[in-house]
């Protein structure tokens, strides 16, 4: 763990300098080391509690350790050989930084260090405000990890809260100081978060907030960008109630929710969600809608560069072109996301009801979740 925060803390400060390509692909490298601990950390974990918990009808749906070997190379791979990885490295994009800060925030809550955990969840806040969202899922985690009943009728777990959450604000109040000190004013905040949250930048990109918003009417737009943002941090109370027994997959949703709903979002934040789909490939089995959704992000990706170059460079397309393409991309995602949680949410219907639905009279029943 020293080295991996030896190395995160140098890579922060060489963004100051102008970095060459090979120094960007050192990042990379590191980001993809962390993704594989997490992920070997992680099947250690979760194969002794499945393989005994279920009944032997479902024995198909349950991961052995033959299985999952592979898995953190997999998501390593996943990760490097991802096209959106190789353009945020070409790219040279700062957000290579943050995702290796989150990488070692996740490896940090999977090991059970809510210090280092609370240290890093703050950096990546500091640098990009939304992954504030990822403190309801560590939270879970760290508590299971330490076997606390998570409830706040718990005092144990009251205060574990407390605690992580003193942890947390305290670094990220840090943070903000160091940074004053260094600027001698506090005009950074309106500069940076204020920016991310009021979206005054309306340069086209792969997010759903430019074109929304350079076509809105002014005295509507605060009302607009008040829904927009809160879209990221909606979803997080409904989640805890309904993952909170499975934190790391709720990680996982919430980190893909940031990717696709922040106001400024890039391919890197893609490729990073991208990266952990290997460690739930027990899943696939369930997905209803995975051709559909593959082919949409696949095509999206390629006529991005071309509609951007009939519009900027030709001429002989406008705006509507490309934030169609920009539509059909986030529709593809949001469609790949949800149906990763209703096939987890099926799965785990399964593993306790069993694998052979019957019906009252002895036939085979279908199961439709609602």
Not at 111 to 119: D, M, P, Q, R
Not at 191 to 212: A, E, K, M, Q
Not at 300 to 311: C, D, Q, Y
Request: hydrophobic share 55%.
């Amino acid at each position: 763990m020293k080295l991996h925060l030896l190395y995160t803390c140098s890579i922060s400060l060489l963004i100051m300098q102008n970095l060459s390509l090979w120094q960007w692909t050192l990042s990379l490298h590191l980001h993809s080391m962390l993704l594989l601990r997490i992920s070997t950390k992680l099947w250690k974990q979760r194969i002794a509690f499945e393989l005994k918990k279920y009944a032997p009808d479902i024995i198909t749906l349950v991961r052995t350790p033959k299985e999952m070997y592979h898995i953190p190379l997999k998501v390593a791979l996943f990760f490097l050989l991802n096209p959106f990885t190789v353009l945020t490295c070409v790219a040279k994009s700062t957000c290579a930084i943050n995702n290796a800060i989150i990488a070692v925030f996740v490896l940090a809550t999977v090991k059970g260090s809510a210090f280092i955990s609370a240290i890093f969840l703050a950096l990546a806040a500091y640098q990009s405000l939304y992954p504030v969202a990822l403190f309801a899922p560590a939270l879970l985690y760290l508590a299971q990890k330490h076997h606390l009943i998570v409830s706040f009728h718990s005092m144990d777990f009251v205060v574990y809260l407390l605690k992580y959450a003193v942890m947390f604000i305290g670094c990220l109040l840090i943070s903000l100081c160091l940074s004053f000190f260094l600027l001698s004013s506090w005009s950074f905040i309106p500069s940076t978060y204020g920016f991310i949250l009021s979206v005054p930048d309306l340069t086209p990109n792969i997010g759903l907030f430019w074109y929304f918003f350079a076509e809105m009417f002014e005295h509507f737009r605060l009302f607009f960008v008040c829904v927009f943002q809160i879209n990221v941090f909606f979803y997080t109370l409904p989640l805890s109630v309904k993952l909170r027994d499975h934190p790391m997959f709720f990680m996982f949703i919430q980190i893909a929710i940031i990717a696709i709903f922040k106001s400024y979002p890039t391919v890197g934040d893609v490729a990073l969600y991208m990266a952990f789909l290997p460690m739930w490939n027990h899943l696939y089995r369930f997905l209803r809608n995975i051709f559909v959704v593959s082919c949409l992000l696949i095509s999206s990706s390629v006529l991005f560069p071309v509609l951007w170059h009939l519009w900027i460079y030709s001429g002989s397309a406008n705006s509507n072109f490309y934030y169609a393409i920009t539509l059909a991309f986030n529709v593809g995602q949001i469609l790949l996301v949800s149906d990763y949680f209703y096939a987890f949410i099926r799965r785990e219907y399964h593993l306790v009801e069993g694998l052979h639905l019957k019906s009252k009279d002895g036939k085979e029943a279908h199961i439709v979740l609602k």
